[in-house]
T-cell receptor
Framework: AQSVSQHNHHVILSEAASLELGCNYS??????LFWYVQYPGQHLQLLLK??????LVKGIKGFEAEFIKSKFSFNLRKPSVQWSDTAEYFC????????????FGKGTRLSVIA | GAGVSQSPSNKVTEKGKDVELRCDPI?????LYWYRQSLGQGLEFLIYFQGNSAPDKSGLPSDRFSAERTGGSVSTLTIQRTQQEDSAVYLC????????????FGDGTRLSIL
């Protein structure tokens, strides 16, 4: 069965610090990879996605993620965080074939302090 | 345009009662998914619909859980004889058909079993 691991449960950063959130998945086949964000009191929103092609994916709000197939990783990065990035971040995968359910990591809570 | 709509937003009920949760997907989205989000368990897949049929029910935790979708649109998740461990946020997502289509989430229904 597929599984997704997010290494950090809670990350606290000062504004302008750089961010990297780890995500590893276990599945031997081809997968689609996603990062979703949940701002306080809001629904899950898609931050970025990787299906194929360039392993460096750029998303909304200055976020990017790099797919490293050999490491089964899809880490999320942002060079300079803002207070408004305070949210919970979820890494997710699904199979590269039609519509399939997402398997989520347990999430990383990011708190950005001024 | 309108996003995924879920109702009620909050539901408090007594143990042993039945509950119905409703999801209205984005217009034109043929795929519909139910997940639940609970403390300690993260986001778990429950059931997936393609049109009115459910090719994957593997995530339903027990036979007290059932779901249906009629007219290829609205879906209802029913939990019979609720237990305290059913307390969670139940999320619905929808997507267009295709391997490269991301899932769009609703705000969820927060279910509390007393």
């Amino acid at each position: 069965a597929q599984s997704v691991s997010q290494h950090n449960h809670h990350v606290i950063l000062s504004e302008a610090a750089s961010l990297e959130l780890g995500c590893n998945y276990s599945y031997g086949g081809t997968v689609n990879l996603f990062w979703y964000v949940q701002y306080p009191g809001q629904h899950l929103q898609l931050l970025l996605k990787y299906f194929s092609g360039d392993p460096l994916v750029k998303g909304i709000k200055g976020f990017e993620a790099e797919f490293i197939k050999s490491k089964f990783s899809f880490n999320l990065r942002k060079p300079s965080v803002q207070w408004s990035d305070t949210a919970e971040y979820f890494c997710a995968v699904n199979l590269y074939s039609g519509n399939t359910p997402l398997v989520f990591g347990k999430g990383t809570r990011l708190s950005v302090i001024a | 345009g309108a996003g995924v709509s879920q109702s009620p937003s909050n539901k408090v009920t007594e143990k042993g009662k039945d509950v119905e949760l409703r999801c209205d997907p984005i217009s034109g989205h043929t795929a519909l998914y139910w997940y639940r989000q609970s403390l300690g368990q993260g986001l778990e897949f429950l059931i997936y619909f393609q049109g009115n049929s459910a090719p994957d029910k593997s995530g339903l935790p027990s036979d007290r859980f059932s779901a249906e979708r009629t007219g290829g649109s609205v879906s209802t998740l029913t939990i019979q004889r609720t237990q305290q461990e059913d307390s969670a946020v139940y999320l619905c997502a929808s997507s267009l058909e295709g391997w490269d289509q991301p899932q769009h989430f609703g705000d969820g229904t927060r279910l509390s079993i007393l």
